[in-house]
């Protein structure tokens, strides 16, 4: 019996299939926020991934409990940008965390705390020292 190997790309979309099945949590949780915050926004894809930005999602990154401004967030393979501006320079970067949401996901989310956490405890920055963020600088 001889076997015969499936075509790269059709492996690929295996693989593709897989990852935004496993994000799948991230990314319901990504598309709720979007539902809520895309009034007077825009909602696109690309690259694979919803990306959203406009006034609601600005207003929802003002409210988040972290020091600095907040311009993007990535939930699975959902993208939230203060505006069309930002996503433009930020894109890259979030385009690896929708990879690693793709690798890790549904234990992205706890793991990214764990290494904000574990930075924190070294008396480093949870931002820039996390892991994930290092990661996403380094290949952005």
């Known amino acids: 019996m001889t076997w015969k190997w ?7 979309a295996a693989a593709n ?32 991934a919803v990306e959203v930005t406009g006034r609601g ?20 393979h959902v993208v939230l940008a203060r505006d069309a501006a930002v996503m433009e320079r930020v894109r ?10 793709a690798l890790w996901g549904p234990f992205f989310l706890p793991a990214y705390a764990a290494a904000s956490l574990l930075a924190i405890a070294r008396r480093r920055d949870p931002y820039r020292e996390n892991r994930f963020e290092r990661d996403a600088f380094r290949r952005e």
């Not at 499936?6 to 690929?12: K, T, V, Y």
């Not at 929802?60 to 939930?75: D, I, K």
């Open 92 to 101: 890259d970067h979030e385009r690896v965390h929708v990879r690693q949401y």
């Open 6 to 12: 499936a075509p790269m790309h059709a492996i690929r």
């Open 57 to 76: 999602v600005r207003r929802l990154l003002g409210r988040l409990p972290v020091r600095g401004e907040v311009l993007a967030v990535t939930l699975g």
């Open 17 to 48: 299939a897989a990852g935004y099945l496993w994000a799948c949590p991230n990314t319901l949780l990504g598309l709720l926020l979007a539902l809520v915050t895309l009034g007077g926004g825009r909602l696109a894809l690309s690259g694979g």
